[in-house]
């Protein structure tokens, strides 16, 4: 079932020209000027139900308006979008029953009062009844494993226990959609582990739709199987991970451990990624010359101790389009 429409979807802000100085700021105030810029534009898509989405691209693409038209709190400039069957901006309160929204820069708690009092005021506002909600607690607490600090006022935990909070608290309402905007950024590595585990069951298992911006590449790779992606408001690309791994995905990672420091390494196709000391990690282009080939030429320049070799990760694929987009805007 189809959860999300959009079609031709364009979002334009008229904003006032400011004239630079002090004259600038007199001739401010008896001529009004403006000036318009497309956020989004002309984009369309749709997501069904139960499908876990990325939604991503470069700072300025128009993400963070996608997702805020989405869930009804701007008014699209042009085309049309349904949500749950509905114009988001025209059937807010009714939408909000059946979505949660989770923002990594911002919060949903009382900083104040214990963690188990925002549950019990986020029970009250969308009627949970007893039994829904004590079920859903329960399966949030056990998943991440919050026990321990639920009676503590938010203002005491850290940042990686209070997002595992926004997120328990934006599901406590058994909502259909779920909207995360940088739910893992500045967690430390076992926080980012748990919360991807708990979204991948929620997504599998109670078949929430979640939709997720981010840029922390290891979130999509371990979360969204669908990626869409946008640069400068418009649609580049809508489809798998595996198959954009497929068409971009011609790199190789290999880490070299060496006996002695190597200095820098000049070879096509060849840039450092990583040092750990002695420890390197390398990107290989395999469209310069073979993985092998070129590991071959530097074991016999250099001492090496161990070699590994694996497939470029999603950040890789992720860059390497970004690149061609702006290969394509500086020659178009």
Request: charged share 25%.
């Amino acid at each position: 079932m189809e959860i999300i429409a959009v079609e031709h979807i364009t979002k334009t802000y008229r904003q006032y020209r400011r004239f630079p100085g002090v004259w600038g700021s007199i001739r401010s105030l008896f001529t009004r000027e403006y000036q318009e810029e497309t956020a989004v534009h002309n984009l369309s898509f749709s997501i069904q139900e139960g499908e876990a989405v990325g939604y991503l691209g470069p700072n300025g693409a128009g993400k963070s308006t996608m997702i805020k038209m989405m869930s009804g709190i701007l008014v699209p400039t042009a085309g049309e979008l349904r949500v749950l069957g509905n114009v988001p901006h025209l059937a807010r309160k009714d939408n909000a029953m059946n979505m949660g929204v989770v923002f990594g820069q911002r919060s949903q708690l009382w900083w104040d009062l214990p963690v188990s009092d925002s549950f019990d005021l986020h029970r009250s506002i969308y009627k949970i009844p007893d039994a829904v909600y004590e079920k859903n607690l329960a399966f949030c607490m056990d998943m991440l494993s919050m026990q321990e600090f639920v009676q503590k006022p938010v203002r005491q935990l850290s940042l990686g226990q209070r997002m595992r909070v926004e997120i328990a608290m934006a599901l406590l309402h058994e909502p259909k959609i779920l909207f995360l905007d940088e739910p893992t950024i500045g967690l430390d590595v076992m926080a980012k582990d748990q919360i991807r585990h708990f979204l991948r069951t929620v997504n599998r298992e109670k078949k929430v739709t979640i939709v997720l911006t981010t840029h922390d590449m290891k979130d999509i790779e371990e979360i969204c199987p669908r990626l869409i992606v946008v640069n400068k408001g418009e649609l580049v690309y809508d489809g798998s991970v595996a198959e954009l791994r497929r068409k971009l995905g011609q790199e190789r990672q290999v880490v070299i451990e060496f006996r002695e420091e190597p200095g820098d390494i000049n070879l096509p196709g060849v840039m450092l990624l990583q040092e750990e000391g002695l420890r390197k990690t390398y990107l290989f282009s395999k469209h310069e010359t073979g993985v092998f080939e070129l590991v071959s030429q530097i074991a016999a320049k250099y001492y090496v101790e161990d070699v590994s070799i694996e497939h470029a990760d999603i950040e890789s694929v992720i860059r390497r389009l970004y690149q061609q987009l702006a290969a394509e805007q500086q020659t178009g």
